[in-house]
């Protein structure tokens, strides 16, 4: 008979490797366990924190012996601040988790038998990278930070080491600042940094207007804001840019969820027309701007869900697709009315691996394969990552 647990019990485990979510997975008798802010080959004394059925969630007590792959964070927040949940990891070990991960979604999810090799691109540097941030604030206390590890509890950051020094100092200057007059409770700071030293930044609780800001990517100046969506790791915009586009050309290329434009300039360059299809009308402004300022006339912006567009049976027969979703994905609905243009060859740009392989399931279902898989590491010392799938029709297929 399986032995009974119960939350608040203690268990010495070994973590055999890392799983989705950037969790340990171990494995006491009868109950699957899965640990948070663990390292593979460590040998840990955890204690469960909720049960799930045969499942469990244990948060580390102590590590009774540390894996090889263990390394001590720098940053005082680690184990309490929800961001950097891989930092007690040395790079290597970081990169092969991902790729682990990616392959753990494509197989298990996905359902599908990938025998290539995962590229990597690993992030020049580790530190000291990100564009975007969003700070949470509460002006009675004059703390500012982010969300504790499972909890809306606010955690007063000081420094935060993964920022560009840009958004270091904004995050200073937004300290100095706060005052019990702003808000009533807990207010958000969006922060966005360009490449020139500029800063921009949005709350709905400051009556500061929001800056526009620059960054050349692919050769091509883009004007974006904290109001608009840009990719955060200031060193792989280009190499990014370089692997979703790839060789691609021809007549007509679509770009999904384009936001300001980062890859729409770029495929202008080797489309005859490209369509860019953004909801967030700011962003849209920006992409129009963008390509008015590069002297690009063969674009044509729609201000529109992904879904209304495909919906609305304007979209022609593409070369070309390129879809980058947000982190939820995008609707069975989408994919199969995008799978019903037939496009030649499509670039999945995903920031989440599961909904990656949900989505890859249904392209392979439906005549294409997948040509090539690539993981590009634009958030170290987090579990989270960029990957970017390469897709091209093999064959004509009835959409079911």
């Known amino acids: 008979m399986n032995k009974k647990y119960k939350i608040g019990d203690e268990l010495e485990l070994n973590?055999?490797?890392?799983?989705?979510?950037?969790?340990?997975?171990?494995?006491?008798?009868?109950?699957?366990?899965?640990?948070?802010?663990?390292?593979?080959?460590?040998?840990?004394?955890?204690?469960?924190?909720?049960?799930?059925?045969?499942?469990?969630?244990?948060?580390?007590v102590?590590?009774?012996?540390?894996?090889?792959?263990?390394?001590?964070?720098?940053?005082?927040y680690f184990g309490t601040c929800g961001g950097c949940d891989f930092m007690h990891l040395n790079y290597t070990a970081q990169l092969s988790?991902?790729?682990?991960?990616?392959?753990?979604?494509?197989?298990?999810?996905?359902?599908?038998?990938?025998?290539?090799?995962?590229?990597?691109?690993?992030?020049?540097?580790?530190?000291?990278?990100?564009l975007r941030a969003q700070w949470r604030a509460d002006p009675q206390t004059g703390e500012i930070g982010y969300y504790q590890r499972n909890s809306r509890k606010l955690v007063d950051v000081k420094e935060c080491l993964v920022l560009v020094p840009?958004?270091?100092?904004?995050?200073?200057?937004?300290?100095?600042?706060?005052?019990?007059?702003?808000?009533?409770?807990?207010?958000?700071?969006?922060?966005?940094?360009?490449?020139?030293?500029?800063?921009?930044?949005?709350?709905?609780?400051?009556?500061?207007?929001?800056?526009?800001?620059?960054?050349?990517?692919?050769?091509?100046?883009?004007?974006?804001?904290?109001?608009?969506?840009?990719?955060g790791n200031r060193f792989l915009v280009d190499k990014l840019v370089e692997v979703a586009i790839g060789n691609a050309s021809g007549k007509t290329a679509l770009d999904l969820y384009c936001g300001v434009g980062l890859f729409t300039l770029p495929l202008a360059r080797k489309f005859t027309n490209v369509i860019g299809v953004e909801d967030n009308e700011k962003?849209?402004?920006?992409?129009?701007a963008n390509a008015v300022r590069t002297g690009l006339e063969n674009i044509d912006l729609y201000a529109a869900s992904v879904r209304d567009y495909l919906v609305s049976g304007e979209a022609p027969k593409p070369d070309?697709?390129?879809?980058?979703?947000?982190?939820?994905?995008?609707?069975?609905?989408?994919?199969?009315?995008?799978?019903?243009?037939?496009?030649?060859?499509?670039?999945?740009?995903?920031?989440?691996?599961?909904i990656l392989a949900r989505d890859l399931r249904r392209f392979v279902d439906n005549g294409y394969a997948i040509e090539s898989i690539t993981a590009l590491d634009l958030f170290p010392q987090t579990h989270h990552g960029e990957t970017v799938a390469q897709l091209v029709r093999t064959e004509s297929e009835a959409v079911s």
């Open 320 to 354: 070309f697709v390129l879809l980058d979703p947000p982190r939820a994905g995008t609707e069975k609905e989408t994919v199969m009315n995008l799978i019903a243009l037939e496009p030649k060859r499509i670039s999945y740009v995903a920031c989440e691996p599961s």
């Open 62 to 76: 102590s590590v009774l012996k540390p894996s090889a792959d263990r390394i001590e964070p720098p940053c005082p």
């Open 166 to 231: 840009e958004l270091q100092a904004e995050l200073n200057r937004c300290r100095a600042n706060l005052s019990p007059e702003l808000a009533a409770g807990t207010m958000q700071i969006d922060a966005a940094a360009g490449d020139n030293g500029e800063v921009s930044t949005y709350s709905a609780d400051l009556l500061e207007p929001t800056k526009e800001i620059g960054f050349t990517a692919a050769g091509t100046r883009l004007a974006f804001s904290a109001r608009s969506f840009f990719q």
């Open 97 to 130: 988790a991902k790729v682990a991960m990616i392959r753990d979604c494509i197989e298990r999810i996905g359902k599908i038998d990938y025998q290539k090799d995962i590229a990597v691109v690993e992030s020049p540097s580790q530190f000291g990278y990100r």
């Open 283 to 288: 962003a849209v402004e920006l992409a129009n």
């Open 15 to 60: 973590i055999e490797k890392i799983v989705p979510r950037g969790l340990g997975l171990a494995f006491a008798e009868g109950l699957t366990v899965f640990v948070p802010l663990a390292a593979t080959d460590d040998r840990i004394r955890a204690e469960i924190v909720e049960i799930k059925g045969r499942s469990a969630f244990a948060e580390i």
